[in-house]
């Protein structure tokens, strides 16, 4: 469950590019990676800064109101991690050395990595919900992308999409939960039931191995006691690792307030905020108390709208977003 943690979907893509443009060679067209290089550069991100902002430009995801990020990018080697260690016990008697690896790719890769919400917690069904409504929003913008890369000339509906991208899904092992401010309350462990059912594996399957050698093969009593107290140990050993880490795997809860809409709804509330607050600095108790409430009127803060649009940081008063956008 790692891809999904705190109701998000953390989704990490490779897609393969294509060697050659498509109906020609090699030597006869510019290389898909770097048709997909220029797109790429091309494509407008999100207004998250003043300048594109000012460009009037937002980045396509912005249509989609589930996407907190989404990256692309071009990967045609790995990093070097430098040298591996050797371990410290086998190097100091001379049986192991420090070794230097490098992890090299036979294709150049297309990164898609998108942080969604998902609401269901159902792997299958969040991805399948966000990637159709990305292939409603912005199937040309995926076409020009995805169509650089092995395979995707059978994509032609919303459903070949879905299927193309869990194709090229890797596993996500370290997601980042950002909206928790707090430590969450998670799910203890019952210390009672973590004993009674660890020393249940323990007696079923010592029982188990005592009565198969003494019933059926009457092997000695010492014999089939040790064996059987051995098969309690690994049993019990087993089953407490199995435990812990069936409850170190359960995905975080979902943070509170932290689907999409409500960032972008508390972002529109933190910028009023210091608008007003800013304004409001040489006011009278009186003024003060008669313009808050104007403020709270407009901002209606226990209402979804009016709220920041997708893909916005700064938004001015005319880019607001409403009820009926």
Request: glycine share 6%; proline share 8%.
């Amino acid at each position: 469950m790692a891809s999904i943690d705190g109701a998000y979907y953390f989704l990490t893509v490779l897609a393969p590019i294509r060697d050659t443009a498509k109906g020609g060679t090699i030597n006869q067209q510019t290389a898909p990676m770097i048709q997909l290089r220029d797109y790429l550069a091309k494509m407008p991100t999100a207004m998250q800064t003043p300048a594109s902002t000012a460009s009037g430009k937002n980045s396509p995801f912005a249509r989609s109101d589930m996407t907190h990020f989404a990256r692309l990018s071009v990967v045609s080697q790995l990093g070097f991690n430098g040298t591996e260690a050797a371990d410290p016990v086998l190097s100091s008697i001379g049986i192991a050395e420090p070794s230097v690896r490098h992890d090299d790719l036979k294709n150049h890769y297309l990164l898609f990595a998108a942080e969604f919400d998902a609401p269901s917690g159902s792997r299958e069904r969040d991805r399948a919900v966000y990637l159709r409504d990305l292939w409603d929003r912005m199937e040309p913008e995926l076409r020009n992308i995805f169509g650089h890369c092995v395979g995707f000339d059978e994509v032609e509906t919303a459903a070949d999409f879905i299927t193309y991208i869990k194709r090229c899904e890797i596993d996500t092992t370290m997601p980042f939960n950002m909206y928790w401010d707090r430590p969450p309350e998670l799910p203890t462990l019952n210390q009672t039931g973590l004993l009674i059912r660890v020393a249940g594996a323990a007696i079923a399957a010592g029982g188990g191995v005592w009565a198969l050698l003494r019933l059926l093969i009457e092997a000695p009593q010492w014999l089939a006691i040790t064996l059987a107290v051995f098969a309690a140990v690994i049993a019990a050993v087993w089953a407490l690792a199995a435990i812990l880490k069936h409850a170190g795997d359960r995905p975080f809860p979902r943070s509170p307030d932290g689907s999409l809409p409500d960032i972008l709804k508390a972002m529109h509330i933190q910028q009023e905020l210091s608008d007003f607050a800013c304004q409001a600095q040489h006011a009278t108790p009186d003024t003060l108390h008669r313009v808050f409430g104007d403020f709270l009127k407009e901002v209606k803060p226990s209402e979804p709208f009016p709220r920041q649009p997708p893909g916005q940081v700064y938004a001015s008063d005319n880019a607001k977003m409403g009820p009926d956008q």
